[in-house]
C-alpha cells in the first residue's frame, strides 16, 4: 500500500497549480486572433490616406489645375497621414499595420513634418 503524507500531497497538487498557472498565463498572454488583424478605424484611416494621396497627384499632374487646388489636395493628404501618425496603435494588428504602411510613407521621403514625428510620439502614450 503507497504510503501518501501531507508533504507529498502538497507538492504534488504544487506542482500541478504551477503547471496550469504556467499554462494559462502563455494562453492569457497570447494575442486573440482579432488582435493580430487591423482594426476598421485603422483600415479606414490607411484607406482615406491612399485615397488623397491620389487625388493630390492627380491635381499635381492635371494641366491647367489652380494653385488652390493643388494646396487643398496636399492640406487633405496631409491631414490624412497625420490621422494616421496619430492612431494609438493598442492592438498587435494595429501596431504592425500602421508600422508598416508609416515605414512605406517614411521610405518615399514623405514623413517629414514636424508634425508627423510629434503626432507619432503622442499616440505612444495614449491611455486607454
Given at each position: ?14 506542482s ?25 478605424d ?8 491612399k ?38 496603435a ?39
Open positions: 500500500m503507497s504510503r501518501i503524507n501531507r508533504r507529498a500531497l502538497l507538492l504534488s497538487s504544487g500541478a497549480v504551477i503547471a496550469s498557472m504556467g499554462a494559462a498565463t502563455a494562453h492569457a498572454t497570447e494575442p486573440r486572433r482579432r488582435d493580430r488583424e487591423p482594426s476598421g485603422l483600415r479606414g484611416l490607411i484607406k482615406a490616406h485615397a488623397t494621396y491620389a487625388a493630390f497627384g492627380k491635381a499635381i499632374q492635371e494641366r491647367g489645375g489652380s494653385n488652390r487646388e493643388h494646396d487643398r489636395a496636399s492640406r487633405a493628404e496631409e491631414r490624412a497621414l497625420l490621422a494616421i501618425c496619430a492612431y494609438p493598442v492592438r498587435e494588428g494595429d501596431r504592425r499595420a500602421k508600422g508598416r504602411y508609416l515605414l512605406k510613407i517614411e521610405a518615399r521621403g514623405e514623413l517629414d513634418l514636424a508634425e508627423h514625428m510629434q503626432a507619432l510620439l503622442r499616440s505612444t502614450m495614449w491611455k486607454g
